[in-house]
């Protein structure tokens, strides 16, 4: 079933003529975590409109949650009636347009699906941030300095003793084992432990895989087991072809097809006619846009003017640049932030192909999430945003560090990016 009412609300909210305004309140990927503890415990609300199950029941044995990132709406319709396991979500199942964060970031919305708190309160938002406690622009998920292509390189200054500062806590899977609820985390081996992953995945038996067909068959066993049980499962894959090939390619239209046909062979069909009282979910973090390197605005080359009002660290190195090419993040001097915003908002280099907006403007309207923002977001935050429209980009040019070279990219406000797929299927 086509979730109608979910299409209309989602089509419906704008904040402005480029932009779409996530239902934070309603149809949010950021509701997911709370319908996942409310499914399965009976604790809270669902959370989510009612009519994203359709005429499933609220209590549950077990919940299997497909986290696919990138698999935004548009890619969600435009291959359903190609593949047996994606169309029986609109044929027999629930499927809902739903919006993710904004940003829309895979770091965003891995941090609240495992800690269960939207951005606006976790206060990780994007691959690049600046961290107050490390005075560093960093890349929390890697646990690295922005720019560094290793992991872990961070090193924690004397006075700070863990990560703890870092992540809210606890997390989803402390709280559904306090209700006697087991949880099972499938996440590729690299990002398996160490930095963010031993924090978020706290309390959940982790399950490193080194292919699919492997990861799934870990899955479908350990489905197998007795008692009340969630299980969260990563697939990164469409996300990276959709970087390197563009969300229009046959690349990315052929990952779709391999995930599809894994996920129709090892879950579908094991769980047909033998699991009792499970809920599969899939959703994602984002979709992407099509872009090109070539037209990439690199502000520093372009409105060197603005480079003298950004701030700097302790050591002088400029804390630029955080968010993504699909969503800038400028930290601008205190006392300065005017002048940034009127130089770029009537600078020619970005008319007609970017909108800067304040970011304090964003969080009153309630775009990050909703109610007050906690002091971590609050103190990680840029007062600047840079969005560029549908197909553009924006980014800070320093030669094999920080480049554009994506065909496919997300972090902005565009309905590519922000409406994503949330479907529902129940084996009773």
Excluded: C
């Excluded at 309603?26 to 009976?42: C, D, E, R, V």
């Excluded at 992953?197 to 899955?219: C, D, P, Q, T, W």
């Excluded at 304040?358 to 906690?374: H, I, Q």
């Amino acid at each position: 079933m086509l979730n109608e009412s979910s299409v209309r609300a989602v089509d419906a909210s704008r904040l402005n003529a480029h932009f779409r305004q996530p239902l934070v309140d309603s149809y949010n990927f950021a509701k997911i975590p709370a319908a996942i503890q409310h499914l399965l415990t009976g604790e809270g609300t669902l959370g989510l409109p009612a009519d994203v199950l359709g005429d499933y029941p609220q209590q549950v044995e077990k919940v299997i949650f497909l986290f696919v990132d990138a698999f935004g709406w548009s890619f969600f319709m435009r291959n359903a009636e190609r593949h047996p396991f994606l169309r029986r979500f609109l044929e027999q199942g629930v499927a809902s347009k739903i919006t993710s964060q904004f940003p829309s970031t895979t770091t965003a919305h891995v941090t609240t699906i495992h800690l269960g708190q939207p951005v606006n309160q976790t206060g990780i938002y994007e691959w690049f941030y600046y961290e107050p406690l490390l005075d560093r622009l960093i890349a929390p998920l890697m646990f690295s300095y922005a720019g560094d292509k290793q992991r872990g390189t961070i090193r924690l200054p004397d006075g700070v003793g863990s990560l703890k500062p870092f992540f809210p806590d606890p997390s989803v899977y402390e709280r559904l084992a306090a209700s006697g609820v087991k949880s099972y985390v499938f996440q590729d081996y690299e990002y398996a432990s160490g930095g963010f992953s031993n924090l978020a995945f706290a309390g959940s038996k982790v399950i490193a895989y080194k292919s699919f067909s492997e990861a799934f068959l870990k899955l479908s066993d350990a489905l197998a087991e007795p008692g009340k049980a969630y299980y969260f499962f990563y697939y990164p894959t469409i996300d990276t072809i959709g970087h390197d090939y563009g969300p229009d390619s046959r690349e990315f239209d052929a990952e779709i097809a391999f995930f599809a046909e894994m996920a129709e062979r090892l879950i579908h069909q094991p769980l047909a006619g033998t699991a009792k009282r499970t809920l599969l979910l899939l959703s994602a973090d984002h979709g992407q846009d099509t872009v090109s390197p070539e037209k990439t605005i690199y502000l520093n080359r372009q409105i060197p003017e603005l480079t003298p009002l950004l701030r700097a660290d302790g050591e002088g190195r400029l804390l630029v640049p955080a968010g993504s090419a699909r969503d800038l993040f400028l930290y601008v001097k205190e006392g300065r932030v005017e002048e940034a915003y009127q130089l770029l908002s009537t600078h020619p280099a970005l008319q007609g192909r970017a909108q800067v907006m304040k970011t304090a403007d964003l969080n009153a309207a309630g775009v990050f999430g909703p109610g007050t923002a906690s002091d971590a977001f609050l103190m990680r935050i840029a007062p600047l945003v840079v969005l560029p429209y549908a197909g553009e980009t924006v980014w800070w040019y320093e030669k094999g560090r920080f480049e554009m070279d994506f065909l496919g990219h997300h972090g902005g406000l565009a309905p590519q990016e922000i409406d994503i797929p949330l479907l529902a299927y129940y084996y009773d």
